[in-house]
T-cell receptor, first 116, second 113 residues
Framework: EPEVTQTPSHQVTQMGQEVILRCVPI?????FYWYRQILGQKVEFLVS????????KSEIFDDQFSVERPDGSNFTLKIRSTKLEDSAMYFC??????????????FGEGSWLTVV | QKEVEQDPGPLSVPEGAIVSLNCTYS??????FMWYRQYSRKGPELLMY????GNKEDGRFTAQVDKSSKYISLFIRDSQPSDSATYLC?????????????FGTGTSLTVIP
C-alpha cells in the first residue's frame, strides 16, 4: 500500500539552529501538507502546497517556516531558527481529490523534533 | 465557532463493549468524512472514509454520516484493548483555493481487558 515516508523520525536540535524535515508523499498525489502536534494536544494545520506553491497556511506558519519541493518526489519543511516551543511531532501528509479512491488525506509516521 | 467539534473524552470501556464516537460540524459544504486512529507518537491512520450521507461498514467499524444534522459517528463493535488510541474525525470539501481538511480534536479511548 502506498505510504507517506518521513525522515528523520527523531531530531534533537539546539535553540536557534535550522532544521529541515523531509517527506516523500504518495507518488500520484498532488496536494501536500505539513501538520504539527505538540505532545498531548491536537493535530494542527501548518501549510498546504499545490502546483509548486503554497495554497494555504495557518497563523502558526510564520516567517521562520518554509516549504519546498526540490524535486519530483521530496517535500521539505524548514524551520529557520528553532525555538523551544517548536518541539513537537511534525506530520507530512498528501491527498488527491481527483482519484477514484476519494478525497482522503494520508499521513506519514511523523518527525519528532526536540529543541533544547 | 470551530468548524469541527469532537468530545475529547477520555472514554474508558470494558473489552467487548460497543463504542460510539461522534463529531459535529458547521459547514454544510463538507462532502467527505473520515475517521483516523492515532496511537501515541504515531501518525494518524485512516480507518474509514465516507462520501456524503449514509453508512459504511468495515469489519467491527461502522461510520455514519447525517448531513441534515451535520453529525458523524464511528461505532466500534466488540471493542478490543488494541483499539485503545485517539480517534480523530476529519472532513473536507474541494474549494477553489485548494483541498483542505478539518480535524476534530480527537477522542481518547481506552479499552480495559
Amino acid at each position: 500500500e502506498p505510504e507517506v515516508t518521513q525522515t528523520p523520525s527523531h531530531q534533537v536540535t539546539q535553540m536557534g539552529q535550522e532544521v529541515i524535515l523531509r517527506c516523500v508523499p504518495i507518488s500520484n498525489h498532488l496536494y501536500f501538507y505539513w501538520y504539527r502536534q505538540i505532545l498531548g494536544q491536537k493535530v494542527e494545520f501548518l501549510v498546504s502546497f499545490y502546483n509548486n506553491e503554497i495554497s494555504e497556511k495557518s497563523e502558526i506558519f510564520d516567517d521562520q517556516f518554509s516549504v519546498e519541493r526540490p524535486d519530483g518526489s521530496n517535500f521539505t519543511l524548514k524551520i529557520r531558527s528553532t525555538k523551544l516551543e517548536d518541539s513537537a511531532m511534525y506530520f507530512c501528509a498528501s491527498s488527491d481529490p481527483g482519484l477514484s479512491s476519494g478525497n482522503t488525506i494520508y499521513f506519514g509516521e511523523g518527525s519528532w523534533l526536540t529543541v533544547v | 465557532q470551530k468548524e469541527v467539534e469532537q468530545d475529547p473524552g477520555p472514554l474508558s470501556v470494558p473489552e467487548g463493549a460497543i463504542v460510539s464516537l461522534n463529531c459535529t460540524y458547521s459547514n454544510s459544504a463538507f462532502q467527505y468524512f473520515m475517521w483516523y486512529r492515532q496511537y501515541s507518537r504515531k501518525g494518524p491512520e485512516l480507518l474509514m472514509y465516507t462520501y456524503s450521507s449514509g453508512n459504511k461498514e468495515d469489519g467491527r467499524f461502522t461510520a455514519q454520516v447525517d448531513k441534515s444534522s451535520k453529525y458523524i459517528s464511528l461505532f466500534i463493535r466488540d471493542s478490543q484493548p488494541s483499539d485503545s488510541a485517539t480517534y480523530l474525525c476529519a472532513m473536507s470539501a474541494v474549494w477553489n483555493t485548494g483541498n483542505q481538511f478539518y480535524f476534530g480534536t480527537g477522542t481518547s479511548l481506552t479499552v480495559i481487558p
